[in-house]
C-alpha cells in the first residue's frame, strides 16, 4: 500500500502500525495550497475517515464522482467486490485520520456483534457498504488527543494502540445502550459541546468577535477551560483559529474576484485595506495584489 503525493508537503502524512491489518493514517495540511493523496488500498480493507478540521474531498473512478468531508464528520467506506484506492485532496489548514483495517482483523473484534454491526451480516457480507455520520464529543476528544499527542516515542505505540481500539469503540456505541450516569465522558462531553458552539459564534461574528472572556460567559464555561478546551479540539489558540478562518475566507473570496481588496478586507473585519493587506501577508507570505495576480 504505497503512499504518493503530488505535493509533498511536510507533515502530510504519519503512519502508525496498530497491528496486521490495522493501520492510523494522520494527514494536516498546514500549507496554503491544497495536498493530493494517492493510496492504494485493496477490497479487504474497511476504511474510517474522520475529518478533524478544515475540508477533505475524496475522489472516485478516475474524479467521476467526489464525496466531500468537514470538520467532525465521519466516512465509512467498505466494498469487498472492488478495490477502493484513497484519492484525496485536503484543503489548506486541514487534518484528517483514517482507521483502515481488513475485513478479517475487525471480524476478530466483533465476532460477537455481526448482527449489530451492519456489513458484517451473513446478508450483507458481499454487500458494499458506505455510512457517513457526525463525529460524537467522545470521538472528537479521542480524534484531537491523536492529532497533539505530546509523548516519548517509547510509549507511542502504546498510545495510538489504546487509542486506535478507544475510537472503534466510540464509533460503533449505541447510545440508547449507554449508561450515561456513569459515562466518563459526559463532562468532557459538555465542553465539547460548548467549545464546538464557541467555534461557530466567532465564526458567526467574525467581523466583531466577543472578548475571550466575553465568549467563555456566553457558552458557560471558565475562561481557562475555554482557553484549554479549544486548543485541544482545533489545535490553536481562539484567536489564532479565528485568523486563519478569516485568511482562508479572505484567500476564497479573492479567488473568486467578484470583489476588490478593500471590500474583502471589510467582508472579513478589517476597517482598513493597509491592516488586512498585513494580516494577509503575515498568514500567505504576499500581498493580495500579488496573490490575485499569481491565479491569472
Not at 209 to 224: F, H, R, S, V, Y
Amino acid at each position: 500500500m504505497e503512499i504518493t503525493t503530488k505535493n509533498n508537503a511536510v507533515g502530510i502524512l504519519e503512519e502508525t502500525k496498530i497491528d496486521e491489518g490495522f493501520y492510523i493514517l494522520k494527514f494536516q495540511n498546514e500549507s496554503t495550497e491544497d495536498q493530493s493523496v494517492v493510496r492504494d488500498i485493496d477490497s479487504s480493507y474497511i476504511q474510517f475517515h474522520f475529518g478533524v478540521k478544515g475540508a477533505v474531498t475524496f475522489s472516485f473512478n478516475n474524479g467521476s464522482y467526489t464525496i466531500p468531508l468537514r470538520e467532525e464528520n465521519s466516512l465509512l467506506l467498505y466494498n469487498p467486490t472492488r478495490d477502493l484506492p484513497m484519492n484525496l485532496a485536503l484543503q489548506p489548514n486541514s487534518w484528517l485520520i483514517t482507521v483502515l483495517i481488513s475485513i478479517k482483523k475487525f471480524h476478530a473484534l466483533f465476532s460477537n456483534e455481526a448482527g449489530y454491526i451492519p456489513f458484517l451480516s451473513e446478508e450483507n457480507r458481499d454487500k458494499k457498504y458506505y455510512k457517513d455520520a457526525q463525529v460524537s464529543p467522545s470521538m472528537a476528544i479521542v480524534l484531537n488527543q491523536l492529532m497533539n499527542y505530546n509523548l516519548h516515542s517509547s510509549v507511542k505505540f502504546l498510545y495510538f494502540k489504546g487509542k486506535a481500539y478507544e475510537l472503534l469503540s466510540l464509533y460503533f456505541n449505541r447510545p440508547a445502550d449507554a449508561n450515561v450516569e456513569q459515562c466518563p465522558y459526559l463532562e468532557d462531553e459538555e465542553n465539547v459541546l460548548k467549545i464546538r458552539k464557541a467555534k461557530k459564534i466567532i465564526i458567526d461574528r467574525m467581523t466583531e468577535p466577543p472578548t475571550l472572556q466575553a465568549l467563555a460567559t456566553e457558552i458557560g464555561l471558565p475562561l481557562k477551560k475555554l482557553k484549554e478546551g479549544f486548543k485541544q479540539i482545533y489545535g490553536e489558540p481562539v484567536y489564532a483559529f479565528l485568523f486563519d478562518y478569516k485568511m482562508e475566507v479572505a484567500r476564497q473570496l479573492l479567488a473568486e474576484g467578484s470583489q476588490n481588496v478593500n471590500e474583502v478586507g471589510l467582508r472579513i473585519g478589517y476597517s482598513t485595506a493597509s491592516h488586512f493587506i498585513a494580516a494577509f501577508k503575515k498568514k500567505y507570505g504576499t500581498t493580495p495584489k500579488k496573490y490575485l495576480m499569481g491565479l491569472s
